[in-house]
């Protein structure tokens, strides 16, 4: 079977809350083997967006196709199946080990009586390696600090094995260093074929490592192209209210001038 040429897709999306519109006629697709960014200031909408196409909020209007199949037909395990979601954080505090959570990411995978095979470990050991938590393993999660907790939600992810990777904000948490590490490690699956849509605050960590960017404000989205095409001063003053540059630096580096508040 051909891999699909669009791995996510979502037309038309709307949704409101508390009778306030969040998201009103949202499109995008993402591609395997390509990594987008979604940018956006506060409250712009994209925790909603993101919670949609995973599955966990039904959309007022519009559809969300994973892998050519529309989301609202398929149950909780083949959409697990299909798509992994790295919220910015864990809403309880369990008293798991780090290895335990991680090896969660393989619910989909097992019946309810089946043990866990050769492939669900490999599976589980090679996210706590990708996610450097190799000497945290049998750490219990509710004594890690936040950006530790980060990473083991990222390996739970990564040891679903899911076409599409969804995360929000993942390194929000993160120091400088693992930051890096995390982005380096989305950008080599995605090239390797991995569809992956990432909120991000960090704009010019978004430029560095993404292929495209989609922009979103006050729920609607502003732009869907190149980082460096469509992150003008006059989006940034639209989606951020501020006055601001991207440029590349003599090295290569992505350098982004913020000048103050927008006029």
């Known amino acids: 079977m051909n891999a699909p040429e669009i ?6 999306l709307r949704f409101a809350f508390a009778g306030r519109e969040v ?3 949202v499109s995008l697709h993402v591609r395997p083997g390509e990594l987008v960014a979604l940018l956006g200031g506060n409250g712009a909408g994209k925790s909603t967006l993101l919670r949609l196409l995973a599955g966990f909020l039904r959309p007022d209007a519009g559809e969300v196709r994973a892998l050519g199949d529309h989301l609202s ?3 909780r395990r083949e959409i697990a199946r299909r798509l992994a979601y790295v919220p910015q954080r864990f ?11 991680v090896a969660m990411g393989r619910w989909a995978y097992l019946g309810r009586l089946s043990a866990r095979s050769a492939e669900d470990d490999a599976a589980i050991e090679d996210a706590l390696v990708a996610a450097d938590l190799g000497g945290l393993a ?10 530790e907790r980060q990473r083991v939600l990222f390996a739970r992810a990564l040891a679903q094995g899911s076409s599409v990777l969804l995360l929000d904000e993942p390194t929000a ?9 995390l982005m380096t490690h989305v950008a080599d699956s995605a090239r390797e074929g991995l569809a992956v849509l990432i909120a991000v605050h960090d ?21 869907d192209g190149s980082p460096y095409e469509v992150l003008t001063p006059s989006l940034f003053a639209e989606a951020f209210g501020v006055d601001a540059s991207l440029r590349r630096s003599e090295s290569g580096d992505c350098m982004l001038e913020v000048r103050g508040a927008a006029r």
């Open 173 to 181: 948490s993160l120091d400088l260093l693992h930051a890096h590490r």
């Open 138 to 147: 049998e750490r219990s999660f509710d004594a890690l600090s936040g950006g």
């Open 203 to 223: 704009v010019a960590l978004a430029a560095r490592f993404a292929d495209r960017a989609l922009v979103l404000s006050s729920g609607r989205l502003l732009a």
């Open 23 to 25: 998201l009103r006629d």
């Open 91 to 101: 809403g309880a505090e369990p008293s798991f080990s780090v290895r335990e959570m």
């Open 7 to 12: 791995a996510l897709e979502a037309e038309g």
């Open 73 to 75: 037909g398929l149950d």
